[in-house]
């Protein structure tokens, strides 16, 4: 299977958004080469902005820039982006539902060696919490540059996290979201996998790995965090009986939460958090932090199972 | 479009009448912010009387200028001003801060659309002003951005980044108006943490800054000229006494935020009656 990273498909969906629509500009705090969008700078360069290494001007600028009439794009590593503006994003953005897309960059464990300063585990809680914010995560680059399309789409403000390696390339370039915001990838009746983001190539290798012992594990990628499936997901937990999230972010508030949160308000079934567990990363390669942090395809067996001995289903 | 320099009334006369909508429209919420209110009253009143290209008619069209208060916890002062000038009627001015109000105890632009911006969290109303005025001028617009400051709110960093993109990116659309009142929620400014020297601060991150007297008409008039004929991004200093008008809201912290109790409000509206004539 192809790797491809999910920054480049978020560039190219940058670049289409801005054929599309010519209220499109974007926003840069000096990490265009870094994310890959200086692309955009060369075919667009009227529209392209760079307000260097201020984070929070650059998202009440973009604030402005949408009273004006324009649809800005921002882009920074999601822990600045999202966790240093925070306050900007809320009380300038959302407040006024303004239609600044944010792309949260080199998200999650894929900041591997820069360590924990430049790993974001916390941003899908904090940006899902805003109201009106609507929360994207796509798996691969092929969902990357569809997630930036949609968030043109979008009325109000959006954002959408995605990772800095190669990640493999399960859904093709020019594919679309589809509507409801997941995607069934597998279907089984003994345990729920939940994955969204990186994590689902794992997530499809736990499900072959189960199926050879006997067990039909279903699959679904949530690439909509806000607004969450819920209806979607809960059919599909009330069938396996249990349920695990897969996700490179904390525990506390991330798809984990959404999951539960969809959970208890019309299927209450156990469900574990295969996620980071209420710690900061280290240096180290990607697929290593991601062991490290037991979100590997034996971890996601190890807890499927579990999951199962709490619902008294075991195997 | 209606120029606001033409059919000008009496700013000074005006400047009365906004005073007394802030304090019964403080009275009657219970809370507010009284002082900072009062000093930036002439400042709003020349912007919206005298200065501004705008229609309260038509309030959201392109070519208007705008205007966006960083200081949002003045904003009785801006409601007042805009009601008078025509965007609502005064009648609603004494629904502040009261549930189901379009008069939120902070701009609220979604509830008020004639706002620009909403604003209120210090510091962030500005950054908003530079993105207006760099938005407008690629949309090819000519319109000005307008955007009143605190002092104390100068102590906020994100206004440095703002105001070091603004004047990187040649924003000569953008005129900011520090109230220098002197006086922030916990005492002077200068004792809880210095912003000066101002203009050198300004200078230095590539402003026009041109002083004023914020309580003069004339020099708030002649200040505006200059800056808005530098070319660069443009400030105008303006020095001002905190709670201007109520002898005893004067120069003082202890009327950054508060109500006036029975007493208290006969004797200040008696003053700002007697005071501008």
Not at chain 2, 102 to 121: A, E, F, K, T, V
């Amino acid at each position: 299977m192809s790797l491809r990273p999910s920054r480049e498909g978020w560039v190219d969906g940058l670049l289409e958004a801005a054929r599309r629509d010519s209220r499109v500009v974007l926003i840069d705090a000096d990490i265009s080469r870094s994310v890959g969008s200086s692309r955009f700078r060369d075919e667009f360069p009227s529209r392209w902005v760079n307000v260097g290494i201020s984070e929070q001007d650059m998202l009440a600028e973009a604030a402005g820039m949408a009273l004006a009439g324009l649809v800005p794009f921002v882009e920074s590593y999601a822990v600045f982006a999202a966790g240093r503006a925070w306050e900007h994003v809320r009380t300038s953005v959302c407040h006024m539902r303004l239609p600044v897309k944010i792309g949260g960059a080199h998200a999650g464990l894929s900041a591997g060696p820069d360590g924990a300063t430049h790993q974001a585990l916390e941003d899908i809680e904090i940006m899902r919490v805003l109201p009106g914010m609507t929360v994207l995560v796509p798996a691969d680059a092929g969902q990357a540059e569809a997630a930036a399309l949609s968030a043109l789409e979008t009325s109000g403000p959006c954002y959408v996290r995605f990772g800095r390696n190669p990640v493999p390339e399960i859904f093709p370039r020019g594919c679309r979201l589809g509507p409801g915001g997941a995607d069934v990838m597998e279907e089984g009746g003994d345990v729920l996998i939940v994955s969204s983001g990186a994590c689902l190539q794992a997530c499809l290798d736990a499900h072959a790995r189960r199926r050879r012992e006997g067990i039909a594990a279903a699959v679904v990628n949530v690439w909509s965090i806000k607004p969450f499936p819920a209806e979607l997901v809960r059919s599909l937990a009330a069938e396996a009986g249990c349920a695990i999230a897969v996700c490179d972010h904390q525990c506390a508030g991330g798809l984990f939460g959404a999951l539960a949160e969809a959970l208890v308000q019309g299927c209450p079934v156990p469900a574990l958090p295969v996620c980071v567990n209420d710690s900061f990363g280290t240096s180290g390669e990607p697929e290593d932090l991601f062991a490290l942090h037991g979100l590997g395809a034996d971890s996601i067996v190890e807890s499927a199972r579990e999951a199962m001995k709490r619902a008294g289903r075991s195997h | 479009m209606q120029d606001s320099r033409s059919g000008c009334l009496d700013p000074a006369e005006m400047a009365r009448r906004v005073r007394l909508d802030i304090l019964e429209m403080i009275a009657a919420a219970g809370s507010g912010h009284p002082g900072g209110s009062f000093s930036a009253v002439e400042i709003l009143v020349e912007l919206f009387f005298n200065r501004m290209r705008i229609d309260p008619s038509d309030p959201e069209r392109d070519d208007r200028d705008r205007f966006v208060l960083s200081k949002g916890h003045a904003c009785p002062a801006l409601y007042s001003v805009m009601a008078r000038r025509g965007y609502f009627d005064p009648s609603e001015l004494v629904t502040l801060r009261k549930t189901g109000s379009r008069l939120q105890g902070h701009p609220d632009r979604l509830r008020l659309p004639c706002l620009d911006s909403s604003s209120g969290s210090l510091g962030q109303g500005f950054g908003v002003a530079a993105g207006l005025a760099r938005g407008l001028s690629m949309l090819g617009l000519d319109s000005r951005v307008y955007c009143l400051l605190g002092d104390g709110e100068l102590q906020e960093g994100c206004v440095w980044e703002a105001a070091a993109c603004a004047a990187h990116a040649g924003l000569s659309n953008l005129t900011a108006i520090v109230d220098c009142n002197g006086i922030q929620l916990d005492g002077r400014v200068e004792d809880i943490q210095s912003v000066e020297p101002l203009a050198l601060r300004w200078q230095s991150f590539g402003w026009h800054a041109v002083p004023a007297d914020g309580h003069s008409f004339r020099s708030l008039g002649s200040a505006f000229d200059e800056a808005e004929s530098s070319g660069v991004p443009s400030v105008v200093l303006a020095r001002t006494v905190k709670g201007r008008g109520v002898s005893f809201m004067e120069n003082t912290c202890a009327w950054h935020g508060g109500c006036p109790g029975a007493d208290q409000l006969a004797e200040a509206r008696r003053e700002i009656l007697e005071g501008g004539r």
